[in-house]
């Protein structure tokens, strides 16, 4: 059973470019929720997708955008970059809504903007 | 708003120590607790939650957390460390709107 699957492993950017990062959930599991990760910080709630539609937004700005697709996996994009993008995306999935279901976290995406 | 404290930056025990690491959060309302570990090289994975009940919570290798409604606080304890349980550790709150506010994160090293 493949836990939650992310890529691509390492990205390298260029300021003002868009990027796209790509999650496979748990096999069952029905929720994504995208977390970004600096360095020494605690992961930051972006957004969740339920049933392919965003429910739950953190404070990001509009340049991040995601999509759920009908067979659960997901996309998150950013775009026109800025250095303080640098970090490590993770996506976690689970049964339902993150706060009442256990996540299981991938090994995330590092992304880092030149 | 919403948010998550974990005051200890890096803590530092040798093995059979005791440990307890502190976690505070800001929210008044029902709230869902959670600790997560990350062991070196590995993903994020739950070590314990809470969502109402018995208050002292207790999770896998032996952790345990108690709930203390009225000082907001959800203190993850251990009596006996070992060195594999050298790793970060997050506490986080969900306030029930599926919005998931992780601490900082506290670095624990175990000496052997």
């Known amino acids: 059973d493949a836990g939650v699957t992310q890529s691509p492993t390492h990205l390298i950017k260029t300021r003002g470019q868009q990027v796209t990062l790509r999650c496979s959930p748990k096999?069952?599991?029905?929720?994504v929720s995208w977390y970004q990760q600096a360095l020494g910080q605690g992961p930051q709630f972006i957004f969740q997708?339920?049933?392919?539609?965003?429910?739950q937004r953190g404070n990001f700005p509009d340049r991040f955008s995601g999509h759920q697709f009908p067979n659960y996996s997901s996309e998150l994009n950013v775009n026109a970059l800025l250095l303080g993008d640098s970090a490590l995306y993770l996506c976690?999935?689970?049964?339902?809504?993150?706060?009442?279901?256990?996540?299981?976290f991938g090994p995330g995406t590092r992304l880092t903007v030149t | 708003a919403q948010s998550v404290s974990q005051h200890n930056h890096h803590v530092i025990l040798s093995e059979a120590a005791s440990l307890e690491l502190g976690c505070n959060y800001s929210?008044?309302?029902?709230?869902?607790l959670f600790w997560y570990v990350q062991y070196p090289g590995q993903h994020l994975q739950l070590l314990l939650k809470?969502?109402?009940?018995?208050?002292l919570v207790k999770g896998i290798k032996g952790f345990e957390a108690e709930f203390i409604k009225s000082k907001f606080s959800f203190n993850l304890r251990k009596p006996s460390v070992q060195w594999s349980d050298t790793a970060e550790y997050f506490c986080?709150?969900?306030?029930?709107?599926?919005?998931?506010?992780f601490g900082a994160g506290t670095r624990l090293t175990v000496k052997p």
């Open positions: 976690a999935s689970s049964l339902g809504p993150a706060g009442r279901y256990e996540q299981y």
């Open positions: 096999s069952g599991h029905d929720t």
């Open positions: 997708y339920y049933e392919e539609e965003e429910r």
């Open positions: 929210y008044g309302g029902t709230v869902n």
């Open positions: 809470y969502f109402s009940g018995d208050p």
């Open positions: 986080a709150v969900n306030s029930g709107n599926n919005d998931m506010r």
